[in-house]
Structures are given as C-alpha cells and as structure tokens.
C-alpha cells in the first residue's frame, strides 16, 4: 500500500489537540486525512484534507464518515463503538480495534481484564449503582474498607468522575452510576509508559515517565521523561507495559499509568489507547514522536526509534481559576526566553479554569536543570482571559 | 503585541516546502497565517489559514495580499520587491526587509556589497550582459583568466545559471544576460551557517554544516552537521556569518554559503534570506529548528537556542532522472526502518528529474554513524514515477 502522496486516506475521529498534533505528522509525510469533530472550532479544522462536523457518538454519523477513508483511527475514546464495530466486520481497518476499545470505555470491565490477565492493579469492587454500593457498605459481610477510590465506570477524564471516600456521608455527593470501589494504595510515584504496537506484531516501549499532579484539579503538571527511580523499578515498569498492551492485542499507542508503591510494587491503574498527554515530550525529545509512531504503527509501518535525545519535561497550560473569555497567554515571551523551551498553543479560543489550552516542553541534557526551568515556566505564563 | 491564539495575521509569500514547515510551528504557536503562491496545488495550501493564489512578481497581487495581514514574510527571493517597498512605506513590517533582499536579489550587486564591507569572497567583475563579457575576455588589458564560474546575475537558483567556462567557445552556449565572472577557487569543503537576528537586534548563529554536492545536477546531497572541521575553522565560519548577517541589518533567518579553501580561508560564496535546505536537520536535531526561529525573530521574540541535541544529516530527495508524472517513494518502508530516520515529503504530486521533492533526516548521537546511515538511505529509497 502507498500511503505518501498518493490517493489513501486516514480518517481520525475527534479533532482535539492529539489529533492536531498528530496532523503534524501526516502532513510531514502527505498523508490525506479526514477528521470528524462536533466543533465548529475544532484545533483540526485546518491542516486536515477534510474536515467534517459531527457526533462522535451517533451511529450513523460515525459509520458514515468510516465509509469515506481508507484506515480509521481515533484521538479519543468517547466515540460511537457499535460504528466502529459495523466498520470492522464491513473491512474498514479500525486501529485500535474496537474489541480493544470495549475493554476500555468501561473501567470496571478494564479493570476486569487486568484481574483476568494477571496484571498488578489496586483491589476493587464493581457496583451497577450508587445503591449497590451504598447497601454493600451497609451489609454485614462487606469487606469494604474506608477510605476507597469511587470511579464511575464510563465517560470520566482528566480525574472526573473519580473521588476519595472516607465517610459514608461522603457518597451522598455521588452521582447515582455504574462505579467501581478500589483501595486506596499509598505510593511513591505515579508514573507512566507509553508502549506503540504495529498490526505485524511489532512492539516497542517509551522510557518511563514520572507524573506530578496538581493536588485539586487531579489534572497532571508535569510529565518528567526519565523518570527519577531505579533502573530495576524502570525495567519492571516496561515490562508491565509491554504485556499490557500483548494481552490487548493492542495496535497503534497504549499510554499505561501505574502506580509505584511504597515497597516499589507496580500497579496498573488505566490505560489510554491513543496518543497521550503523557508523552507530548516525546515531540521534542525523542528520536520519533509518539504521534509519528501511532501514525507508524496504524500504517504498519516499521515503528521509530523511542530513546531520548535529550530530557524532556512537559508542563500542561491550563486555564487559571477565575478566568473564562478569550484567551490571552501572560508572559510567553518571557518564557520563550529560556533554554530549551518550546510553548505547543492547542488554538482554542476561549479559556475556563483547569480547561487544557496548551503545553510545554523543556528539552535539557540535564533532567535536574529541566525540572528548574519547568517550575519557572509553570510560576510565570498565566492562561488568562482579557 | 499578542500572536498566540489572537487576530494577528501573518503573511508569507511562497507556498512551497520551506512555508509548509513553517506552517508547522505558526500552528504550534496558533499564529494565524495567510499564503500568496501561484500554484493551485502548493505545499502550504493547508494549513494555512487562508491560502490566496496569485503571481508573487505582479506588483498588485503583492500589494493587496500584503495590505491584508500585520507582518510580511517571504520563503522565496523572487517577488515583487516594489511591491514589498510600498507596503514598507505603508507601515507593513516586511521581514526581510527589501533594502536587504535588494542587496541580495542581484548576485554582482551582492558581490560588491561583500567588497564594500570587506567581507571576504572569491574575487569577480561584473558585466551588463554576455557581449561585454565576450570583449572583455578578447581585450588586451584583460585580467580574466580562464577557467572561470560565470554566473547570471538574477533568478539563478538550486545551480541554475552557474557554469564553468574552460574555454572561450563554451561563452556560446550562455545566455545574453547580466552576469559576472568569478575566479575559480579550489577548495576542501563548501560550508554554511544559518544565522538567526530579530528587529531588537538579538543574534545567534546556528552550528557550521557541511554540504556535499551532486556532482552533475548541481545540488546539496548531504548536510552535515556539525561539519567535520577544525574548531578553529569553524569558529572563524560562524564570526563570518555573524558579521554578514549585522552588515546587512538582516531580520529574520539568514544562510550563509561559504567556502573553505585548501588554506582554510573561508570566501562567503552566496546568502539566502529565509529558511534554508542548509537548515533542515535543525527540525530533528537542534532544540529550536530553524523555523520555528525565523517565527520568533520576524514576531521580535526571543530567539531559541541553535545548539544541536544530536548530530544530524539531511538527504535531499530528488526526482529520479528519466521519470516524470504521478510520484512514488519507493522503499520509504525500508528506511523507515533504520535509527533515527525521519522523511519529510513535501506533498508535490508530479515528480520531475532533480526536482526536490522532500528531505530525509538522520538523527544520530555520533555523526560517522548518521553518515553511513544516509548513505543507505540514498542509495535505497527511489523518487520514481507511477
């Protein structure tokens, strides 16, 4: 198949900033790609070959919109699966494969799959509702403990729909849905690998990254690549990842998050199969990014070289609290100023607090100098409205 | 002034290769941009935020597109440069500006502006067209000597309009134009620094490449950086350059071609105001590559650091002789699968002979490793015809 300047099509589903970021790479090779959005303002509008607005979510929409291309692939999850389904059994290569998303959207089946398969995860409990788990507490025989982690099981990111409960008041808050009550596990580090996998069977790790989380948002404000552990806790790390995304016959990019406990015990607390927040440094600094390489692995295509150049630390930019409007960027280019640091403006218009505007990288020889610089960056750029 | 995310138009003239990368860093920055080029089928027609087609030498075309954004650009010498002095006049920045590009557009003009400056260059004489070449040779107080570089003053480009005369008869096969000829200098290695300046006046030079050179088309082959030269030498190239760049009061990127003599002399041969085929690797392996630099120094941000992570190579992929129409890029699987390899195809669908049609970087922490490693790629991968 000859995908370069030539007549194939890729159709990406979501025109977020991955697939924005994504669309760099197809335009670097003159790949043709079409994107399905619901935003009239989507950040792929430009760049794609064509655009289409749309429901992820509709049937018809999405199964529509599959007929047109060649491969389809997805930035992200929340897409329409019975679609995506009906593709594949129609021949349409869908990467990831629906069977895989399945195992996914819904994380008490994820977390299922991990149990199944062996794989380290923090002990849970799954409940079809709020009920369940309200009567489960209640019930002598439970062995429910508190503190747990609720997760309701679909439609959560960024750290919705996930909250600590540590009284049984604290569930009145809770919205009446299918969730999952999980340990609440003491732990060093959380931390991350992103492992990239070909239809050919090739498979490959990123190095393992460190992730710091900001204490209210729950959202991440850095991702450290390498991260600050032990080579023999970093092999671990990749390892899991690897046989993760084996036991998913996963193809394109897996990003596992895991926790590192106090006795450097690895736990696999999600995954996400698409490009992913965690490895935005990998544009900067390392041989291939993860978007060439999900791009690669889809195609399948001999997948790049995932080393680092150089260290690279990512600090997310999202919108201040108590500012929503059009946006306005405060200090860039003081922070432009710096050694080694790129700002990436994801291009929405109109900020809200916590909103992901954008990102950025610092790429040092020094992991230690990087993660001064990205404490300067974080304290000066403001994501403000005017 | 705010760029990121904001009204502020950029406007570049030319939509081919050197925009398209380009484009890639106004959409990492969200700058909005607007493109003039005569192709219906230019490089930089997406990505763009709006593309207009038109001639880039008609002095209304240019005018008007200029009238339409806040800070001019260009990726290709040959436009309308009334045109641009008008809009200047009018109070639309042009980067560069003409006054530079006048100096620059005209090779004699050029020639004797290094004169002026004592720059060093290999000495010439000009002459208004071939005739008063042809008399000057016949003429007994000639100082010509054969063999000579004849080269044609104006829209010369990729070794078009530069021929060796050995003997008087080969004059014949030249065109009647305004030219100058050039004393023939042997030298070791054909050098090039790109250097970067922005209106406050802040200045860096990125690392001395080397450029190794198709013996019959005439065109870069190789760009090596670093260039495997004396420190010594390669310092006294990148002064040169600095000093090049501050004569001409340059904004913007400038590529300075030079030559190294068989006594390490370095003679400045020609310089390009705008992103260069000399500058590629810097996408791979520099922390700011070259264009994202040239964006900071046009908007007067400060400039990103030139230093390298890793060295880097760049191939030139050019039409195959004997193949023109539908383009393909046979084998781009197979290099696809080597260390630290990255293509960049520009999106031309017809390929011709020696037509530039997309670059390979090679990324490699040793230099003689990425040497031989793009020595297979040149010799693997095919621009051929359907």
Known sequence: MNYFSSNFKLGILGGGQLGKMLLHDTRKFDIQTYVLDPSEEAPC????????????MDFETVYKFGKKVDILTFEIELVNLDALTQLEEEGVPVYPSPKTLKLIQNKGIQKDFYTQHNIPTAPYQRFE????????????????????VWKCTEFGYDGNGVKVVRKVADLDELPNVECIAEAMIPFKNELAVIV??????????????????????????????????????????????????QQFHHVGLLAVEMFQTENDEILVNEVAPRPHNSGHYSIEASYTSQFENHLRAILDLPLG?????????????????????????????????WDGV?????GKKQTRPFRKMGHV??????????????????????????
Chains 1, 2 share one sequence.
């Open 45 to 56: 509008k430009i760049a794609c070959n064509q655009f289409f607005q749309g429901d992820l």
């Open 129 to 148: 509702n709020l009920e369940n788990l309200k009567s489960a507490i209640n019930s002598q025989q439970s062995t429910l403990q508190l503190p747990f």
């Open 196 to 245: 990239c996998r070909n239809p050919s069977g090739e498979i490959k790790t990123y190095p393992v990254v460190e992730m710091e989380f900001h204490p209210e948002a729950n959202q991440v404000e850095y991702v450290i690549c390498p991260a600050r552990i032990d080579e023999e806790v970093a092999q671990k790390a990749r390892a899991i990842a690897l046989n993760v995304s």
């Open 305 to 337: 070289n995932t080393d680092s150049k150089v260290a690279g630390i990512m600090v997310n930019l999202v919108g201040e609290e108590n500012f929503s409007g059009n946006v306005i960027y405060k200090n860039i280019e003081k922070i432009l100023d």
């Open 342 to 346: 790129t700002p990436h403006i994801y």
């Open 361 to 386: 990288t610092i790429a040092n020889e020094d992991v230690n100098k990087a993660r001064k610089i990205a404490e300067q960056v974080k304290n000066t750029i403001r994501v403000i409205s005017k």
